[in-house]
C-alpha cells in the first residue's frame, strides 16, 4: 500500500476519442510522474509535475497533457487516441526537497482502446 | 539516451532455487534502482545503488553494483512464491527523477 490512488482501474475507449485519468498521490508529495507500460515492457516516462508545472517530458506527442492540482492530485489527458496507447498508465508520487527522491506507484489504469 | 538491457527476460524456477537477473547498460549509470511489480500493482522500489562495487543486502535479496557502474545484478537465494513479479531496473538519466526502466525479467516461483 503506497499511498497513491488512481481511476478508473480499467477502461476501454475506441480510437479516436479522448481520455482522462487521475491520480490521487500520497499526502504531502508536491511532484507527480506519469508512465505508460505497454504490455511486456518496462514502464515509459511520460512527464513529471511539480508544484502545477510540467518539469520534463519523455517522447511523447503533445496529444498527451496532464494538470496537477493544488491538493497534489493529477491527471493525464490524451487527446485523438490510437491502438497503441492501449497500455497500463502509472502515476508515481514524491517528495521534491533537494535530495534522493523515492517515487510512490500506483496500481495503475488499464486501458484499451478498440 | 542509453538502453538498459534485463536478462533473461523469462525466469520460472522451483520454490527454495537460487537465481540471479542482470541488468546492462552501454553507458555509465549515475545510480540504479531496482523494483518489484506484481500483478495488478505499481513497481515498488527495492533498491538503489549508487557506487561501484556495491554490495546491497534485503533480506533474501542481494544486489550488486558493477565496478565500473554500467552493470547490475539481483540475487535471490532460496526462492519463495512471493518472490514472483516483474523485477525492474531503472535509472534516472536527467537528474530529475525521470525514471527510464529496462524491460523487466519475470519471475515466477512455483511451490
Known sequence: ETGVTQSPTHLIKTRGQQVTLRCSSQSGHNTVSW???????????????????????????????????????????????????????????????????????????????? | TQLLEQSPQFLSI????????YCNSS??????????????????????????????KLKRLTFQFGDARKDSSLHITAAQPGDTGLYLCAE??????NLF???GTRLTVIP
Not at chain 1, 533537494?98 to 517515487?103: I, K, L, M, N, S
Open chain 2, 27 to 56: 553507458s555509465v549509470f549515475s545510480s540504479l534502482q531496482w523494483y518489484r511489480q506484481e500483478p495488478g500493482e505499481g513497481p515498488v522500489l527495492l533498491v538503489t545503488v549508487v557506487t561501484g562495487g556495491e554490495v546491497k
Open chain 1, 35 to 114: 508512465y505508460q507500460q505497454a504490455l511486456g515492457q518496462g514502464p515509459q516516462f511520460i512527464f513529471q509535475y511539480y508544484r502545477e508545472e510540467e518539469n520534463g517530458r519523455g517522447n511523447f506527442p503533445p496529444r498527451f497533457s496532464g494538470l496537477q492540482f493544488p491538493n497534489y492530485s493529477s491527471e493525464l489527458n490524451v487527446n485523438a487516441l490510437e491502438l497503441d496507447d492501449s497500455a497500463l498508465y502509472l502515476c508515481a508520487s514524491s517528495l521534491r526537497t533537494g535530495g534522493r527522491e523515492t517515487q510512490y506507484f500506483g496500481p495503475g489504469t488499464r486501458l484499451l482502446v478498440l
Open chain 2, 101 to 103: 526502466f529496462g524491460t
Open chain 2, 92 to 97: 534516472d538519466q536527467t537528474g530529475a527523477n
Open chain 2, 14 to 21: 522451483q520454490e527454495g532455487e537460487n537465481l540471479t537477473v
